[in-house]
């Protein structure tokens, strides 16, 4: 059974940080590319960040982000641990949703900007970031 779980949100000031960590088990990790939307009350979920699967990982591009977290946010994998970080930088009040972890095996960072009916998806974190 695949299982997908987010940690690591919570309150914080605007200009502060916060580390997400999606924890993913019942899956060879490596093997799939692991991505972050959000979705905030009222709005459509949007994508956050991705990174491609392990062995699609080149001198290309391995990561891709969205243009409004972009410099900001930094996505990370740890395929000892089979989690995908999300690090956030100089958080901004439009930054609180809640974050969702997503996972597609064999896809590369940038296919992950749209959901797809395969993906498998975690419970989510809530992430609020105050004036």
């Known amino acids: 059974q695949v299982q997908l779980v987010e940690s690591g949100g919570g309150l914080v000031q605007a200009g502060g940080s916060l580390r997400l960590s999606c924890a993913a088990s019942?899956?060879?990790?490596?093997?799939?590319?692991m991505a972050w939307f959000r979705q905030a009350p009222g709005k459509e979920r949007e994508f956050v960040a991705a990174?491609?699967?392990?062995?699609?990982?080149?001198?290309?591009?391995?990561?891709y982000y969205a243009d409004s977290v972009k410099g900001r946010f930094t996505i990370s994998r740890d395929n000892v641990k089979n989690t995908v970080a999300l690090q956030m930088n100089s958080l901004k009040p439009e930054d609180t949703a809640v974050y969702y972890c997503?996972?597609?095996?064999?896809?590369?960072?940038?296919?992950?900007?749209?959901?797809?009916?395969?993906?498998?998806w975690g419970q989510g974190t809530q992430v609020t970031v105050s004036s």
């Open positions: 997503a996972a597609r095996q064999w896809s590369t960072a940038q296919t992950m900007g749209v959901p797809d009916r395969n993906d498998y």
């Open positions: 019942g899956l060879t990790f490596s093997t799939y590319a």
């Open positions: 990174i491609s699967w392990t062995g699609s990982m080149r001198t290309g591009s391995n990561t």
